[in-house]
């Protein structure tokens, strides 16, 4: 049986809702099985990430850091643990640290939505430079859309079209804003 992928199915969504929980499970069973494999350790922590995301007082705060560090111990350049990392420091609120683990992942995957979509969300909120908000959101949307799932390209949308506006630019916003809802009618964001 091939847990990592299973837990990555559950993770991913790929347009219906994510079992973060059972991904947890599945990723447990793939480390059990080969411990040091390092993207089992990366994405566990990036589904508890997700996990806290809305909640007043976190609760895995320990585990992100935890995994992300095993994760960058067994492959320093893997992009999913160091957008782990990147996620551990957005967690706590460290966005100039978070900043540069997503910075990292590009050198290694220059076509990163992930990351690009990290590093719109840092220049929006925890850093607020509306000139690299938009040049982050316009690279994200610059990738291959059809390789990656319509849960990110709406949130890449979503990003250009809150860029775009804090710019200036409301038609070009109007029109980017409802290609995000084409993608995903259930991101709340857009």
Same mark, same amino acid.
């Given at each position: 049986?091939?847990?990592? /992928?299973? @837990? ?5 969504? %790929?347009? $219906?809702?994510q079992?973060?929980? +059972? ?5 447990? %069973? ?11 350790? @990366?994405?566990?922590?990036?589904c508890?990430?997700?996990q ?5 007082a976190?609760?895995?705060? @320990?585990? $992100? ?12 350049? *893997? ?5 782990? %990392? ?10 100039? *640290?978070? +900043? ?11 076509? !990163?939505? =992930? ?6 969300? $840092?220049?929006? =909120? ?19 859309? =059809? !390789?990656?799932? !319509?849960? =990110? /390209? ?5 990003? *250009?079209?809150n ?13 980017? $804003?409802? %290609?995000s ?10």
């Amino acid at each position: 049986v091939d847990y990592f /992928t299973m @837990a990555k199915q559950s993770y991913d969504g %790929k347009g $219906i809702k994510q079992d973060f929980k +059972k991904a947890i499970e599945y990723f447990d %069973k793939a480390i059990a099985e080969d411990e040091n494999f390092a993207e089992p350790y @990366a994405v566990k922590a990036i589904c508890y990430y997700y996990q806290d995301l809305f909640l007043a007082a976190k609760k895995y705060s @320990a585990e $992100i850091k935890s995994l992300a560090d095993k994760a960058l111990s067994l492959d320093d350049e *893997l992009p999913e643990g160091l957008i782990a %990392k990147g996620l551990f420091y957005m967690h706590s609120g460290e966005y100039e *640290l978070a +900043k540069d683990y997503m910075e990292r992942v590009l050198e290694y995957n220059p076509n !990163s939505a =992930t990351a690009y979509n990290y590093l719109s969300h $840092i220049h929006n =909120t925890g850093l607020p430079n509306t000139q690299k908000y938009l040049k982050y959101a316009l690279k994200g949307i610059r990738l291959d859309m =059809t !390789s990656i799932d !319509s849960a =990110t /390209t709406s949130m890449s949308y979503m990003h *250009l079209a809150n860029a775009l506006i804090q710019n200036g630019f409301v038609e070009e916003a109007v029109h980017y $804003i409802q %290609k995000s809802i084409g993608y995903d009618g259930n991101n709340l964001f857009s």
